[in-house]
């Protein structure tokens, strides 16, 4: 059994303070054995991550704003542009693995808001898993709505921590039962073997992250 952190924010991210070392060590402590590092636009922070991890396996990451909203996609080290469907087509085809997070937070340019159902079933067929729970939805309401969404049309689920400061580190931790190896972290994800457990972020964070 292995538990993971997905969705984190490095320094690279320009709402984050978090050095990669710093999110190493702390990780170490949680006894997190992946990390997925997924900052605004860009591959740097895990591929910072990556070069200093020695025990933790550090998944690169990226969050990509798109004219419909965010979309998460590991496995590959070069920033990815375009618009929604252009990204998604590439990523298929260079089979990376695709997660749509906090998909219907309100609060947020999130693509389960902003996209009809007709739409959305077709982002269903280009996906790999959906945060069925992030840490920084202001309301649970929209994780409750993720979950749902997950169920009704049998898609994997898994946490997002969502971290962008050190505190938030522990907020989400994902169970699975593979070894430390990426296309076997997918792989498994992809198969739905996943368990997970998760708290929201307090309101200070949300603040700080403003400020940042």
Not at 114 to 127: A, D, T, V
Not at 132 to 154: D, P
Request: charge should be positive.
């Amino acid at each position: 059994m292995i538990t993971a952190n997905f969705h984190i924010h490095t320094k690279y991210s320009n709402d984050s303070n978090l050095e990669p070392s710093k999110i190493l060590k702390i990780s170490k402590k949680l006894k997190v054995d992946v990390l997925g590092i997924c900052d605004h636009n860009t591959t740097e922070g895990g591929i910072q991550t990556k070069k200093l991890a020695k025990d933790i396996l550090v998944l690169v990451g990226q969050e990509i704003k798109t004219e419909y909203g965010d979309i998460v996609i590991f496995g590959y080290e070069e920033n990815l542009k375009g618009d929604l469907f252009e990204i998604l087509d590439e990523a298929k085809s260079k089979d990376l693995f695709v997660v749509l997070p906090h998909p219907f937070d309100k609060y947020r340019h999130a693509i389960g808001n902003n996209l009809g159902e007709e739409k959305m079933k077709e982002i269903i067929k280009k996906i790999d898993a959906i945060e069925v729970f992030n840490s920084r939805c202001l309301s649970n309401k929209s994780n409750k709505k993720a979950q749902e969404f997950a169920a009704k049309y049998n898609i994997p689920g898994i946490a997002a921590s969502d971290a962008h400061f050190a505190s938030e580190l522990g907020n989400a931790r994902n169970f699975l039962n593979c070894n430390k190896k990426e296309e076997e972290i997918y792989r498994t994800i992809k198969k739905g073997k996943i368990t997970w457990v998760g708290k929201r972020t307090k309101l200070l964070n949300h603040i700080k992250k403003l400020w940042k």
